[in-house]
Each structure stands twice: as C-alpha cells, then as structure tokens.
C-alpha cells in the first residue's frame, strides 16, 4: 500500500470518532496497554507534559511544544484531530511523521494489531509514541483525545498535568454535568505529579481538590494568582500581554480565549521551571524561549485553524471553535469586528449543541449555511432550518468550498468572512488551499 491507501485503511478498518461518532469510542485500556506492551513501553523513553480540557488544550500544546523547542529540546507534538494531513498529529520538532514511517508502522505490525481490533486512535496513540522513542525526543507534549481518566494517552506519568477548563461537550461519553466531565477530566492527575487548572466554578473545583489530594499532587489553579494581567489585540495580529513573572510577551495566536490559555500555560511554566531533580531543573527554559515560542507557534510546530488570518481583502477567519464553551469568546470577538458587511461560513457536526452556539451568533450577519465532508456532518438543510428559529438569515451550500466562494466572490474589501463551527469545517477550508 502506498501512502493515500495505508491511511484509507486505517480510516476505513478503525473506528474514527471524528467520522463516526460514539461507535468508535472504547471504554477502558485494555488495547492501549496491549500495544503498549507489544512495543516495550515507549513513552517511559522521555519526559511527558499531559494536557487535557474541554477548550483551548490544542492552543496550549502547541505553545509549550514551541517554547520547548526555542530552548533547544528535541520535541514529540501529540495532538488531534488533524486539519488536513494524518500527519499533522504526530510531529517531531514541527515536522509530521514521515509518510514512509505511517506505511512501515501499518505493515510491520498489522499481523498484531489486527486481532485486537484497536479503535484508530488507539493505533494512532501506539505509533505516536513509538515514534517518539524512535526519534528520540527529549520530551514530548501529549494532548488528551477525550475525556482523560479513560483515554488511551492516560498510560503516560508526565512531568506536570494541565486542565485548561471544563464546559459541556461530549456528554454521552463523560456525563451530563460539569461535575461529572470534571472528574472525567481529571483522571489525568497522577501520583505526586503536579496538576495545573485553568478555569473552574463552584461544581468543578472541588472535584479537582479532592481528586489531587487523593493522589498527593500539588494543584495550582492559574485563575487565584494570574500570571496574566493585560492583553490586548495587535493590529498585525495576534496579542500583547503584560505578565506578572514573564514580562511583556506577544503572541501570535489570535483569539479573546486566547487570554486564558496564556494565563494557563504561563502558570503551568512556572510550576514546571520551579521543579527540580538532584538539585536541578527538570527543564531549563529561559524568558527568551518563552518570548519566542509564544511570538512564533505556528511556524514553530504548524499550528493551524486558532483565530487563523488567511486574507486580508475582504479579511478571512477561520477558527476551529465548535462547542458553546469556545464559542462564547468566538462570537463576542466576531461581533467587535469593525467592518461594512459580517459574512459567516457556518457548519456543524451531530454531537454538538448548535441551539446553544447558535443562541450566541450575531443576527446581522449574512450566512451561508454549509456541511464539512465528515459522516457525523449536521446535514446543511437542517442547520439552515435551525438557523432560521434563531432569527439568522443565510442561504445552504452543500460543501464547504461552495460556500466559502460564494461568501468571497459576494463579499466586498471591506467586509469580514468567518470560516468555523466545526474543526471539520476548518480543515474543509484548508483543504482547499486558494485564498
């Protein structure tokens, strides 16, 4: 099998939640630890940094990837789901696996794997490890796929733990509280190993207390004590902030949440570098890495589709937003922007509150009511209807590409084109690759 046909397979053979939904999901690890088992235990080969959240954990990762790589480290970059190419969730120091690798890991081992009839992120999981043993990283930042107490990637003991923030999402699988998906959530906290919070309420904080106390684990909760004190929007993109430990920092990620995750992650640094091993840091990063990584994510390690500015006339956002927790920043933001006309591109995927996202869209925008090419697409007739109960007014396109170029060639220089509602939107939108 060639490179397109090796992952047709996995795609097609394993269960895919972001094509099928629930069927893909398995409870328990017993399938991780057998891969795990097969192939030596490779994650006990290098430092881990685990993140898990409902938002905001891809933003977070992909920052603390590139901080660590401007300090010189040799980094594994663990994320999902991908935007255009299997690939872009298994990078070394920015660059994806290998397509030669994807095809050798397929028929090298598929005799053993086969039989257990793994799910795909399982395999997926598997061969992102073993990849970064092979490549012998130094450490690796490994974002959680859903959930976190059941999830394949929970076999790791990392350095430090990181909760970004808890809202509603994936409720079949987690619960129907916030409470519930908390403790979800926080099955990531290991013994001894400290675990970062960034946002709580009243229901999820005292579900992170008694779970860190229960494993002797230091909690700091990056909201008590910020280490992010000011931000603004850059002109040029991006944003400024004036930080209580790190001086000024600009960051190129685009995005009001993006507040909150560089409060997060810049508490969870400060746990990090004040951890030592026989009388020395566990990592050595200085402000200069920090000043680099956060000014240089995307190009650092190909961080897509976060606030993402792909033309200037008329401007083009895209962003991969797609629960009410993500969207009550998205749509405040969209809202603030000065322009002649808002024009939203909008589509959804079946497990998701669209009544709730869509409560929050503005109502003089013009949309264009879309699906992404994904099985657990909303179909667009229903999204359109939707659309109309929530007094929004836009005509359907069956694909992304059509409603993307109908908005564009509709649009004039100065008004303002919205891509999102769903990470399979975005990568329907990048996949198209002409702006």
């Known amino acids: 099998m060639d490179y397109q046909e090796t992952v047709n397979y996995l795609f097609n053979s394993y269960p895919v939640f972001e094509h099928v939904g629930g069927s893909a999901y398995k409870e328990g690890l017993y399938n991780t630890h057998a891969l795990d088992e097969h192939f030596g235990h490779p994650h006990d080969a290098y430092k881990t940094i685990h993140v898990a959240g409902t938002n905001g954990k891809g933003s977070c990762s992909h920052t603390l990837a590139a901080i660590l790589q401007h300090a010189g480290y040799r980094v594994g970059l663990y994320t999902s789901p991908h935007l255009v190419d299997f690939r872009e969730r298994i990078r070394v120091n920015g660059v994806p696996i290998s397509q030669e690798r994807v095809i050798d890991f397929v028929k090298q081992e598929r005799g053993f794997f ?76 290991k013994e001894g190993v400290p675990v970062i919070i960034g946002e709580t309420n009243d229901e999820t ?107 200037q006339k008329p401007r083009v956002v895209c962003d991969t937003g797609h629960n009410v927790g993500g969207w009550q920043y998205l749509a405040r933001q969209i809202k603030a922007q000065t322009c002649r006309q808002l024009r939203i591109v909008f589509g959804m995927v079946d497990d998701k509150d669209i009544n709730g996202v869509m409560s929050l ?75």
Request: charged share 20%.
């Open 114 to 189: 086969e039989p257990l009839h793994p799910s795909f992120f399982e395999l997926t999981t598997a061969l992102a490890f073993l990849y970064f043993k092979e490549q012998q990283v130094d450490v690796a930042v490994i974002e959680v796929g859903l959930g976190g107490r059941l999830d394949c990637t929970n076999i790791i003991t990392p350095l430090i733990s990181i909760i970004t923030n808890i809202s509603f999402d994936h409720t079949q699988f987690l619960g129907n509280t916030l409470a519930e998906i908390a403790g979800e959530k926080a099955g990531i906290i």
């Open 205 to 311: 904080r005292p579900v992170f207390v008694a779970k860190a106390a229960g494993k002797h684990s230091t909690i700091t909760f990056a909201e008590t004590n910020p280490e992010a004190l000011l931000s603004s929007e850059c002109a040029f993109g991006g944003r400024d902030y004036e930080t209580r430990s790190f001086g000024q920092l600009h960051g190129e990620l685009g995005g009001d949440y993006q507040d909150k995750n560089t409060n997060t992650m810049l508490t969870a640094l400060k746990v990090l570098l004040c951890q030592e091993s026989q009388d020395a840091p566990l990592l050595s990063i200085s402000q200069n890495d920090i000043v680099e990584g956060f000014a240089n994510v995307s190009e650092t390690t190909g961080l897509m589709g976060r606030w993402q500015q792909l033309r």
């Open 361 to 435: 869209l503005p109502t003089d925008a013009i949309y264009y009511w879309t699906q992404p090419s994904s099985k657990r697409a909303l179909p667009v007739a229903q999204v359109q209807q939707l659309g109309i109960a929530h007094d929004l007014k836009g005509q359907s396109y069956p694909t992304v590409g059509q409603a993307y170029r109908t908005a564009i060639a509709d649009a004039d220089d100065d008004d303002f084109v919205f891509v999102g509602g769903s990470s399979y939107v975005v990568s329907d939108l990048l996949a198209i690759n002409d702006f």
